[in-house]
């Protein structure tokens, strides 16, 4: 199993997040590697978050329920006034499944990417006061000032609502032509139109929702675009649904609604997301799932994006009665119950990283294949091929289709390395993967690793480019799921060396359903995939005795050419890898204790002992599984390099440079 080397700096970083020190120094090693090879990996996420008293159906077995939405809400607005001040909140019709009356809902929250505002609202700052809901009766007075303010004669019409008699509803046709790109946001041209319907059909539908999902559609006018603005109000509060429009005209709309709000509080805004937001605005969301709130991260550019936001949503998430995890009746925390699924991708479609690098995505899925660890450590109770996430081994119950499958992304990978790329091969990686990494009835959403949203130009949404890792459910601590996010980036990173990958998949038989599923083999397992670390030590230096020096004597000198550090390796490395030091063998201690190094530096002057010389340079090596790899100490004595070529299996006799049996430092001096 590949090894990992983790050489912390000796001087440890302070940082004014909560994000562990020793986090931030591995996130940025892994970004150094990845931007050296020319890659840019992108992370997002699907935290799932459950009241601090849950109680109600929507919080155990149904998608929604009377508390949800007002849950995600009361969410939203936190995460508008903390992290995003002055977006903009939209209630979206979300997914509908099998045996559910209504599309279940998707609050969507989005600013510009350069974190500043699609849309300037008034009192985004809190400086001025919200201001009352609109008035009933002043409903076609403030659609005539926004006619004014788009420029255009709107044709109101008004509408009955079934459900509520108090409530009154105005029905707008508004589109608006495909602007051209190339010219400023003033010369959208608006399409307003009349709808002449009879009184007696001018009433919503019966069922819930957004008067605009209600509206008696199949009475409007021919050769008219369906794209209505829809104006409700009970002097409570006030609420529009938005034509479909594209991103350019959305946003003038806005605009104009924003700029009409003069001692008025904003509106609840519903409709729908353009279908060209991408790569102009940020974008989070918040969706009903059975008995949890999910929270859909924005794109995070890197690791300490992601945690970034794990750790805002937390806090957010206390401000209004949310937490990550569950109080079981014994009293342990556990987790929601919902899935906090993973995601891979990259900045753009034309960025992609792994679209010209199939060999490193198939080594990638070749190496979760050989530890089970990375599929049932992080999930929850229910696992194997009935659950939501079935690794494809087990989904298959044969791994013949899949070694062919993987094979046949390494041989499209022409590229010369991954600093090399080769050609796009995103069609191929889609074809190749989604039919086989599926659950036993074909689908290939539920997946340990799903690649249903990778490149799928049959799905809707199936062409993002993202590669989805479905066996992670939400934890009771943000920093374990921090921490199983860096340690997926990680293992990218590690993986780009091809002699990383594992060259077959494994038959893991009856064993993965018996040894696998036991703590303590998965634990084993997971400590396979980090294996060795190696951390400078404290080293006291002797006194050397009086010296002369201009004016007198001098004996405070001290010698300060020695150094020191120490080795730690897990079970599983010490039963696959053998360790080397400048070309001889370096025992670690079979007992599981570190071992620690001793040498010199260099040879000041004055110092003790001026005979025996520097021991650099000092190469630490690395064999097993058929490889070797040395890593060579830098001049300062305070970091370890990965040095290009393979290194020789080491000669002559181990180092034994012990005073006494039981020590636990080797000193070079001695030999």
Request: proline residues 10%; contains cysteine; hydrophobic residues 40%.
């Amino acid at each position: 199993m590949p090894t990992t080397l983790s050489v912390p700096p000796m001087v440890q970083a302070s940082s004014a997040s909560d994000t562990p020190a020793w986090m931030g120094r591995v996130a940025g090693e892994v970004d150094r590697r990845l931007e050296a090879a020319g890659i840019r990996l992108t992370l997002g996420g699907e935290p799932t978050y459950v009241p601090l008293e849950p109680s109600g159906a929507e919080w155990s077995v149904a998608a929604d329920g009377p508390t949800k939405l007002p849950m995600a809400r009361a969410m939203a607005r936190e995460l508008q006034r903390t992290a995003w001040p002055g977006s903009t909140l939209l209630y979206c019709p979300g997914k509908r499944y099998e045996g559910e009356v209504n599309p279940r809902w998707a609050l969507r929250l989005f600013t510009g990417l350069d974190g500043q505002p699609a849309v300037r609202w008034p009192a985004a700052d809190g400086a001025s006061p919200p201001g009352a809901a609109l008035a009933p009766a002043a409903g076609p007075a403030w659609l005539a000032r926004l006619a004014e303010l788009l420029g255009v004669a709107l044709e109101p019409l008004e509408l009955r609502d079934p459900l509520d008699p108090g409530r009154r509803v105005w029905a707008v046709p508004l589109s608006a032509a495909e602007p051209d790109p190339d010219l400023p946001t003033a010369a959208i041209q608006w399409l307003p139109a009349a709808w002449p319907l009879d009184e007696s059909l001018r009433q919503l539908s019966g069922a819930p929702g957004p008067a605009g999902l209600r509206l008696p559609l199949e009475h409007f006018p021919e050769g008219v675009p369906r794209q209505v603005l829809t104006l409700e109000t009970d002097g409570e509060g006030w609420e529009l649904f938005l034509p479909p429009l594209f991103r350019r005209p959305l946003t003038a709309l806005l605009q104009a609604v924003a700029d009409s709000l003069t001692g008025l509080a904003a509106p609840q805004l519903s409709g729908m997301l353009p279908v060209d937001w991408e790569g102009h605005w940020q974008m989070l969301g918040l969706t009903a799932d059975p008995g949890v709130l999910e929270i859909n991260l924005p794109i995070c550019h890197g690791w300490a994006d992601y945690d970034r936001w794990l750790r805002l949503l937390e806090r957010a998430g206390e401000r209004v009665g949310l937490r990550s995890w569950k109080q079981d009746l014994d009293g342990r925390q556990e987790g929601t119950g919902g899935g906090n699924h993973l995601l891979w991708g990259g900045p753009s479609l034309e960025e992609h990283p792994f679209f010209r690098r199939p060999g490193w995505l198939a080594g990638i899925l070749r190496y979760w294949q050989h530890h089970p660890s990375l599929a049932y450590l992080f999930s929850g109770a229910c696992v194997g091929p009935a659950s939501q996430a079935p690794r494809p081994d087990e989904a298959a119950g044969d791994c013949f289709d899949l070694e062919l499958a993987y094979r046949c992304l390494e041989q499209a990978d022409d590229g010369g390395g991954p600093d090399q790329p080769g050609s796009d091969q995103r069609g191929v990686i889609g074809e190749t993967l989604r039919h086989l990494h599926a659950d036993r009835s074909g689908n290939n959403h539920r997946s340990e690793i799903s690649f249903d949203k990778f490149w799928n130009p049959g799905a809707p949404a199936g062409c993002l480019g993202l590669v989805e890792f479905r066996a992670l459910e939400s934890m009771p601590s943000v920093q374990w799921s921090s921490a199983v996010a860096l340690l997926w980036s990680a293992l990218a990173t590690h993986l780009l060396d091809r002699r990383h990958r594992p060259s077959t998949l494994r038959d893991w038989g009856c064993e993965l359903h018996d040894r696998m599923l036991l703590p303590s083999a998965l634990w084993s397992d997971l400590e396979a995939v980090a294996e060795l670390e190696v951390r400078p030590a404290l080293e006291p230096w002797p006194l050397i005795c009086d010296f002369p020096r201009e004016g007198g004597f001098t004996s405070r000198f001290v010698d300060g050419s020695l150094r020191r550090f120490e080795i730690t390796a897990n079970a599983a490395f010490r039963r696959e890898w053998r360790l080397g030091l400048s070309g001889r063998p370096l025992s670690l201690p079979t007992d599981g204790s570190p071992l620690a190094v001793r040498y010199r530096l260099q040879r000041l002057y004055p110092c003790l002992h001026p005979v025996i010389a520097p021991h650099l340079p000092l190469v630490l090596s690395l064999h097993g599984m058929g490889e070797g790899r040395s890593f060579l100490l830098n001049p300062e004595g305070t970091a370890l390099l990965a040095e290009t070529e393979a290194a020789a299996e080491p000669q002559g006799q181990p180092w034994r440079g012990r005073r006494r049996s039981d020590d636990s430092t080797i000193d070079l001096r001695l030999g």
